[in-house]
């Protein structure tokens, strides 16, 4: 295993021990608001103050870029990117779903990924070149081709009320046709499903870099696609992302690139 990998693995482990320690009282959280529907909870800083000692510890020439703090050493050329407890909704009503995401960047390029699943003790890993890993078993994504009896994660674009009826129309065009589709509030897990095949694709508007950027190199290193909306690789700027096996990714496109004009970024 890779050092900086083993280092991000036990960063997220500790993180996930300070979040279950808590899960029984989330009562009485401190709970702030960010923004319309986006909250942070104590829980949420004292679990990314875990993360960033361990891994600045480690590396202490490393920068961070995480949900609660921000940039620290935002020139270096490694960055940590960490969501250290996504799905806090989840968490402040005691819906079992989610998790801590840490991954590490190079320059432009995603080189480590850990997302850990603290209810359920699920530890996803990816190193560049080395594979996709669930609890230290190998991981592809699934063979589903066609959206016919498809299973789908996605999330709404509850910060951005202005995308909701493009996203509406987008997932009217795909739904219709799926075995399901699920929000289950956490897009780091379901960009790990999709990782796993317990996910067939995911699509989402509007999302941030630590949301995605574990998911992203867990889901290529099992041999999925990821994009933008236009087929690009500008996911981590535009925050719009779409994943799938190749087949199911071009399916996905098809149905999500009649509606691309209509979403403000």
């Given at each position: 295993?890779?050092?900086?990998?083993?280092?991000?693995?036990?960063?997220?482990?500790?993180?996930?021990?300070?979040?279950?320690r808590s899960a029984d009282s989330v009562d009485t959280l401190k709970i702030t608001t960010k923004s319309q529907n986006d909250f942070a909870t104590d829980i949420d800083k004292r679990a990314e103050d875990e993360i960033i000692r361990i891994l600045l510890t480690a590396y202490p020439d490393h920068g961070i870029l995480a949900e609660e703090s921000g940039y620290t050493n935002e020139g270096a050329e490694y960055m940590w990117i960490i969501d250290p407890l996504d799905g806090t909704t989840n968490y402040m009503?005691?819906?079992?779903?989610?998790?801590?995401?840490?991954?590490?960047?190079?320059?432009?390029?995603?080189?480590?990924?850990?997302?850990?699943?603290?209810?359920?003790?699920?530890?996803?890993?990816?190193?560049?070149?080395?594979?996709?890993?669930?609890?230290?078993?190998?991981?592809?994504?699934?063979?589903?081709?066609?959206?016919?009896?498809?299973?789908?994660?996605?999330?709404?674009?509850?910060?951005?009320?202005?995308?909701?009826?493009?996203?509406?129309?987008?997932?009217?065009?795909?739904?219709?046709?799926?075995?399901?589709?699920?929000?289950?509030?956490?897009?780091?897990?379901?960009?790990?499903?999709?990782?796993?095949?317990?996910?067939?694709?995911?699509?989402?508007?509007?999302?941030?870099?630590?949301?995605?950027?574990?998911?992203?190199?867990?889901?290529?290193?099992?041999?999925?696609?990821?994009?933008?909306?236009?087929?690009?690789?500008?996911?981590?700027?535009?925050?719009?992302?779409?994943?799938?096996?190749?087949?199911?990714?071009?399916?996905?496109?098809?149905?999500?690139?009649?509606?691309?004009?209509?979403?403000?970024?």
């Open positions: 295993m890779h050092p900086m990998l083993n280092i991000a693995i036990r960063a997220a482990r500790q993180a996930g021990e300070i979040i279950i009503h005691g819906f079992p779903h989610y998790a801590v995401s840490i991954a590490l960047k190079k320059g432009d390029s995603i080189e480590q990924a850990v997302i850990y699943d603290p209810v359920r003790q699920d530890l996803f890993t990816a190193s560049r070149g080395k594979g996709a890993m669930l609890n230290n078993r190998r991981i592809r994504v699934c063979r589903q081709r066609k959206l016919e009896g498809a299973f789908l994660g996605t999330g709404f674009p509850f910060k951005n009320s202005n995308n909701i009826e493009p996203y509406l129309d987008i997932f009217r065009d795909i739904f219709t046709t799926t075995s399901g589709v699920r929000r289950a509030g956490a897009a780091s897990l379901d960009l790990a499903y999709v990782a796993a095949g317990k996910l067939d694709g995911f699509f989402e508007i509007g999302l941030k870099p630590w949301d995605m950027a574990a998911g992203i190199l867990l889901i290529q290193e099992a041999g999925g696609v990821v994009s933008d909306f236009s087929n690009n690789d500008r996911y981590l700027d535009s925050g719009n992302i779409v994943c799938a096996n190749p087949s199911m990714h071009r399916v996905l496109l098809d149905k999500i690139t009649p509606h691309v004009n209509k979403i403000i970024d």
